[in-house]
């Protein structure tokens, strides 16, 4: 298991940050989300900037690393943070938003993975996608 630093993940926030902005701003729901989850959170400045944008929405960031974690809990206590491994974890309920920036292409099955993912989020009209 990939053992994950906050402090040197931090040191290229920078670099990462831009296409998370990118990919954010093309999620475009005709309506408000309710349930909004980041994959890999990390220290949860991504999940940050979702909870921004969708003021109204449950927001969830999943890691596997309690490290990450623990620097993202302190910043937004707000937000629920999940410790779980991004192969087997499952929303409790549907989700409007399925959100992953930079994690999915470290786990294996994707043929598997990626069906199972999207079959947790909401059907909703206009709204309920993986991106």
Known sequence: MQTWDPDQYLKFAGPRLRPALDLIHR???????EAVVD????TGH???????????????????????LEVARAEAPDII???????????????DVLYSN??????????TLFPRLAAMVARRPLLGRLL
Do not use: Y
């Open 27 to 33: 999620i475009e729901p005709r309506r408000f989300p």
């Open 39 to 42: 994959l890999g959170c990390g």
């Open 46 to 68: 991504i999940t940050n900037l979702l909870s921004d944008r969708f003021i109204e929405a449950q927001v969830e960031g999943v890691d596997s690393s309690s490290a990450m």
């Open 81 to 95: 943070w999940t410790k779980a491994d991004l192969a087997t974890w499952s929303a409790a309920k549907p989700v």
């Open 102 to 111: 930079a994690a999915l292409h470290w786990l294996d099955d994707h043929e």
